[in-house]
Nanobody, 119 residues
Framework: VQLQASGGGLVQPGGSLRLSCAASGSFFRINVMGWYRQAPGKQRELVAS???????NYADSVKGRFTISRDNAKNTVYLQMNSLKLEDTGVYFCNAEAIGLTSVTMNYWGKGTLVTVSS
């Protein structure tokens, strides 16, 4: 499974960005898709994850500002980020838990996209 993320960039505090991540390759099904981020000098942390529209999980720091969604037909996950803060700066990584054609479940990472919040 390959994960291709896009949508990062430079934005002012209070602004918005939308990240996208498309999964490709051979697999039976993707269970969970999510976004993690790594700020300079810090460990990678979960931002948000989604199984389906009724099952989402958010870090406390982004609740009410970020919205995760997915399009199963396109094998794509989105992260709408509003009211961005300086502390949202970091490299954002897409993650997917997928069931392969041999029924083996594996975890996959995209290369990451940089989000910089700066005035």
């Amino acid at each position: 499974v390959q994960l291709q993320a896009s949508g990062g960039g430079l934005v002012q505090p209070g602004g918005s960005l939308r990240l996208s991540c498309a999964a490709s390759g051979s697999f039976f099904r993707i269970n969970v898709m999510g976004w993690y981020r790594q700020a300079p000098g810090k460990q990678r942390e979960l931002v948000a994850s989604i199984i389906n529209a009724r099952s989402t999980n958010y870090a406390d720091s982004v609740k009410g500002r970020f919205t995760i969604s997915r399009d199963n037909a396109k094998n794509t996950v989105y992260l709408q980020m509003n009211s961005l803060k300086l502390e949202d700066t970091g490299v954002y990584f897409c993650n997917a838990e997928a069931i392969g054609l041999t029924s083996v479940t594996m975890n996959y990472w995209g290369k990451g996209t940089l989000v910089t919040v700066s005035s």
